[in-house]
């Protein structure tokens, strides 16, 4: 994995993280250790993260792979082949991503903003709600909805379930998109074949 994946990595981590622990910790009524333990059991939360965020990515897979996204699915494959990735950079990132934005998100802002708005400020953020491009809008409503569950899941459950269903959402989609990928230009080239 290169450098700048792991710099990438922790700034979310750390920055999306922190950034949330700070909301939590000036604004809310909440401890850091209620937020930590959430209202289920920590394997079960565990449990319900990981199915939700298999589900999700293969309900976001199946939409991917419909005729209509066809020219949007090469061009977000280009983009994540830029980079050079192994088993281990998609793990790295995924559980970045996963415990830093949703710190930020779910435990940050969603008590302030509420559920919905806080849904679409991240999918927005995202670059997935695009007025000029209605495939990759059809794509963002499905994101709200998931992302809205991901809320309800640290509503319901506590913190570690949304960030489990985001690192293992993110994880499933960035192995099935960078799988047999090694070369970004066979891929570009695919995609001037097409355009």
Known sequence: MNRKMWLLGW?????FGLAGMVLVY???EQSMAELWTGHWYLPAQFLLGGLTGFLGAHLSKWLILQPFFETEKIRYRVLINHWSWSGKGIVFISICAGVGEEMFFRAGL???LGLWPTAVVFVLIHGY???????????????VGLIAFFGFLYEEAGIIAPMTA??????????W???GNNSTEKVWENFNSKT
């Open 11 to 15: 700034i979310t981590l750390l920055g």
């Open 26 to 28: 000036f604004f809310q």
């Open 110 to 112: 969603q008590p302030l």
């Open 129 to 143: 709600l695009n007025p000029f491009n209605w495939r990759i809008s059809v794509y963002g409503l499905l994101m």
């Open 166 to 175: 985001h690192a293992v959402f993110d994880a499933v989609l960035l192995f």
């Open 177 to 179: 998109m960078t799988k």
